[in-house]
């Protein structure tokens, strides 16, 4: 969101008394250069900025997490930034039974320490995910399968509804069902459903869990099985 957006977003929140929480996993994996596409802004920026309510003070809590930015799913490390002292104090009580082992905070505290290794690997990690965005997307385009292009993260959204024999949930996940279970295919995508979509037929595709030439491969696959899915 542009800053102006999310300022506007996160006030009408607070100003109406609702805890606001704000997921930034995806902070550092924006690869889009266009003009168009607004920079990241954290909103502990927007809130030590001023530009925010009182009400930030106790009812804004942000979360991050190592597992996108970093490829780091397994680590299973995140970070809650709250002032709220009530909230503090019942992840304190959660966090005494399941917090990150010691070793595991020590690594990553050399690594996120390491300021220049961390800069080059997160623009080595936008090129990346740039490229392997951008090979999927023309695939599927010239495959004629309409797609949402991304700016940030590594999915995209698709949408398969011209294929569906009716707009309907289970048909969804019929086709879903095809996708992965049919041997010339072998593709997993989430269904839209899953991801509260409000039309049957969409499906999040990843770019970035395979390896970039295995994405046209993919497209490929799949348009074979559209051509001959009843």
Not at 192 to 208: I, N, V, W
Request: aromatic residues 10%.
């Amino acid at each position: 969101y542009a800053e102006d957006d999310l300022v506007a977003l996160a006030n009408w929140a607070l100003d109406r008394g609702l805890h606001l929480i704000i997921d930034e996993v995806y902070a550092s994996s924006v690869f889009a250069t266009s003009a168009a596409v607004a920079p990241f802004v954290s909103a502990l920026a927007i809130a030590g900025a001023q530009k925010l309510g009182a009400a930030a003070e106790t009812h804004l809590h942000v979360v991050y997490g190592m597992s996108k930015d970093f490829c780091a799913s397994g680590y299973r490390v995140g970070v809650l930034h709250t002032k709220n002292k009530g909230v503090i104090k019942a992840m304190d009580n959660v966090g005494y039974f399941c917090a990150v082992p010691g070793p595991m905070q020590f690594a990553l505290a050399e690594m996120l320490e390491d300021t220049e290794w961390v800069d080059a690997y997160f623009a080595l990690n936008s090129k990346n995910l740039a490229e392997s965005h951008g090979l999927l997307t023309v695939a599927l385009s010239e495959a004629g399968i309409p797609v949402l292009p991304a700016t940030a993260g590594m999915f995209v959204w698709i949408n398969l509804g011209g294929w569906l024999k009716e707009s309907t949930w289970e048909e969804e996940g019929r086709l879903w069902s095809a996708c992965f279970e049919d041997p010339g295919c072998k593709l997993v995508m989430t269904p839209g459903r899953d991801c509260k979509h409000s039309t049957p037929g969409c499906f999040r595709m990843c770019f970035a869990a395979v390896k970039r030439e295995a994405l046209p491969v993919a497209v490929k696959r799949l348009a074979a099985l559209l051509g001959t899915y009843k």
